[in-house]
């Protein structure tokens, strides 16, 4: 005579295959959330440097070798090696190239000595080239 009591070989394996297919789907759910959060931290970063290289460039951007002349500032423009360690940071073994973009005056602008600066902080994150700026205004000290 058979026992009803416990579970079958068939009823086993088939248990398992659901529960290993759920497992798997739920490790890739947060393999994908951990690099989702990575890029979001590295983007941080980017725009973290960013803000803090245009008040830098605010409070003194001789350091960086910019003058209120329009036109795109980076690590080509240093002949020192302090200004061009401004233009490109290390941070988590990753690369962040700082570009400084002064752009055109207005009139207005001109009346009060402030010149418009973009600061664009660019970085590779999974073979991707990625980017990311701010805006802001340089008192002229000219």
């Known amino acids: 005579m058979l026992s009803e009591k416990g579970f079958s070989l068939i009823e086993v394996l088939l248990s398992l295959t659901i529960l290993s297919v759920s497992v798997i789907g739920i490790s890739q759910f947060y393999n994908q959330a951990n690099q989702i959060s990575s890029g979001n931290n590295n983007k941080l970063v980017a725009t973290n440097l960013a803000?803090?290289?245009?008040?830098?460039?605010?409070?003194?951007?001789?350091?960086?070798?910019?003058?209120?002349?329009?036109?795109?500032?980076?690590?080509?423009?240093?002949?020192?090696?302090?200004?061009?360690?401004?233009?490109?940071?290390?941070?988590?073994?990753?690369?962040?190239?700082?570009?400084?973009?002064?752009?055109?005056q207005s009139a207005n602008e001109l009346l009060v000595k402030l010149f418009p600066v973009k600061v664009t902080i660019k970085y590779e994150m999974n073979n991707k080239m990625r980017t990311t700026a701010v805006e802001g205004y340089v008192k002229n000290a000219d």
Do not use: W
Not at 78 to 84: A, L, S, W, Y
């Open 51 to 104: 803000r803090m290289t245009l008040e830098r460039v605010q409070h003194d951007y001789s350091s960086f070798d910019i003058s209120s002349a329009v036109g795109t500032y980076k690590k080509t423009v240093c002949e020192t090696t302090e200004c061009q360690n401004l233009y490109e940071v290390t941070i988590n073994n990753i690369p962040y190239n700082v570009e400084i973009d002064v752009q055109r």
